[in-house]
């Protein structure tokens, strides 16, 4: 049961289920507290994703669960049935898990973890596209005359030569999931320039 509570607080978008409920989150994120009279202000925030609610009003907060049972008048464990009623969300509430149930849990398990390895592995190469995108902007800054060219290191030269690239590579992973694996597709060639680019860089400030 603990992991259902948990599966409900996991699943479910703190904004959404407000929304649902009735409530119009302000551009902050915040609504008028139902939980404490007379807020003029909107002193409850709900944050993102799965981080829940506080009500700088009332001091109350919690998870999507305690919003909802406070917000309907249910026991938390009511709150969770209606909830996976309202969000169609298939959980064994009411009935021991099947096998078939772990194995979905498992598979929704496996799912988030991969997708949080590459949302990792797309802000740290996103970080590092900018790096390159920056060693070419104070590269070319840097130039006075046609000739000073010459005095580029090898890696500032990469970076200028590559600098259209880069920008197309970084703005592809801020772009939509379409464009974010075209960018996985060619990731040896991607982070190689980007290495060769920074490990450059990153040597010639060590020395100088
Ligand atoms: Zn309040």
Redesign the pocket.
Known sequence: MADIFREVRERLDMDTVARHYGYQPNRAGFIH?P??PG?RTA??KLYPGSRGWH?F????GGSVIDFVALDLGLAPLDAVRRLNEDFSLGLPVDRPATAADRKAAAHRKAVSSTYQDFSAWRDSLCTRLNACFRVAHTALLSLEAPEDFDQLTPAQVLAIQNQAAVSFWADALGGSMEDQMAVFRNRKEVEQLCSRILNDTQRKSDTA
């Open positions: 507290c939980f404490h807020d002193s409850l009500c009003g009332c001091n109350r």
